[in-house]
């Protein structure tokens, strides 16, 4: 079955509540990707068109399509009655599950507050320091730097946690916090971005409740006019939760200020160094998007060596995967597969039982910005 981030766009998105974190969907090209995504970052999945030479007006009249009047209320009905119906939340796991499905019950909370919570409660624990933080929405007046502050507290030997740390003191221009973060991350001795928490919680629990029976019926029915084949209520809940996982804070947009030559001087060396350390690690991570933001930057920075020319094909490869994976199908509820096995593995892997991995050895991208990162230290 394919069509699996048109349904997750126009299905979750549709009628699952807003994020607090106003993800947006991210269309460069028709022809290429569609990318739902937070700061800069986000899972990338692959966009079926509509039709091959499919247009934004297209997309927006088979959007159209996929609305029933007030299944948006009917589901946030059933997400509340699920957070009424549980027991006082006994370990922090329990309580990050509730919190999400708060937030999915009720757009008018504030989000900040109730993941905030999660934090006063269980101020050793890991999981809910990163869901505090990545659920804190710097435009509604969430102190994200202060979250970050305890973030590496709990987790202090993670880069990632650092990473996160510096992107909160870039926003309010700390100059001196973002740069002692950034080498705190080069040299931590773990880097774990902590993707996919978000989907494992929720798909459990939205693979528990019964589908709509008014509004079922309708979501069945487009999707089987998108993908061919009538979604399953199991393959519903995989997109929603890998959806509410595409909408949290991903930590690392602030690299991009941080790791890049400017107009009329060069990073100092130590920068430098600590620029290529965290990049490396974030280009070696299994999500596209991290290792695509991270290639674009670490390149430059390599100069002509053994390790740019294995980056550099890296990237090579990344594209092809990325230009072949609209006109690949794919199977519909593999989420829990894209998170075990990992993104960039899990599309390889599917491209190769299709024909169409690996690249040929003299493929190049059009794009010329893309083929001069390729070629230049070549």
């Known amino acids: 079955m394919g069509g699996v981030v048109l349904l997750a766009l126009l299905l979750a998105w549709r009628i699952w509540p807003e994020r607090p974190q106003g993800a947006s969907l991210y269309q460069p090209r028709v022809q290429d990707i569609a990318v739902t995504q937070s700061n800069g970052a986000g899972l990338l999945l692959p ?21 029933v009047p007030n299944c948006d209320a009917e589901q946030r009905r059933e997400f509340a009655n699920w957070v009424t119906r549980q027991p006082p939340a006994a370990t922090p796991d329990a309580d990050i599950a509730q919190a999400l499905m708060r937030e999915l019950a009720d757009r008018e909370l504030s989000h900040h507050e109730l993941f905030g919570r999660l ?3 269980w101020p050793h624990d890991v999981a809910a320091a990163w869901v505090s933080w990545e659920h804190c929405p710097r435009a509604r007046g969430c102190d994200q730097l202060a979250r970050a502050r305890h973030l590496v507290v709990v987790d202090g030997n993670n880069g990632a946690a650092w990473l ?3 992107d909160s003191a870039l926003h309010v221009r700390d100059e001196a916090t973002q740069e002692y973060a950034l080498a705190r991350a080069a040299r931590s001795p773990v880097f774990d971005m902590r993707r996919g928490g978000t989907y494992t919680r929720l798909y459990a629990i939205l693979l528990e409740l019964p589908p709509s029976p008014r509004c079922w019926p309708h979501i069945a029915n487009q999707s089987q006019e998108i993908s061919g084949e009538p979604m399953t209520p199991a393959e519903y809940a995989d997109l929603a939760a890998h959806g509410s996982e595409l909408a949290v804070a991903i930590p690392g ?24 350390s965290v990049l490396a690690r974030l ?12 290639l674009r930057l670490l390149i430059p920075l390599l100069g002509r060596s053994e390790t740019s020319r ?11 995967l990325l230009r072949k994976m ?23 892997s599917q491209l190769l039982e299709q024909g169409l991995w690996p690249p040929p050895p003299d493929w190049l991208p059009a794009d010329e910005d893309s083929r001069k990162l390729i070629l230049d230290a070549r």
């Open 47 to 67: 966009l079926h068109p509509p039709g091959a030479n499919a247009t934004p007006s297209a997309h927006r009249r088979l959007e159209s399509r996929t609305k």
């Open 119 to 121: 934090t006063l409660r």
């Open 164 to 166: 996160a740390l510096m």
């Open 253 to 276: 947009y602030g690299l991009r200020e941080a790791c890049t030559d400017g107009e009329g001087h060069r990073l100092a060396p130590s920068r430098r160094m600590d620029c290529i």
């Open 283 to 294: 280009a070696d991570q299994p999500t596209i998007s991290d290792q695509l933001r991270a």
């Open 310 to 320: 294995f980056r550099q094909e890296q990237y090579r490869q990344l594209l092809w």
């Open 326 to 348: 609209p006109f690949v199908r794919f199977p519909l509820g593999s989420g829990a597969r894209i998170w075990a096995q990992g993104e960039v593995d899990f599309f390889q």
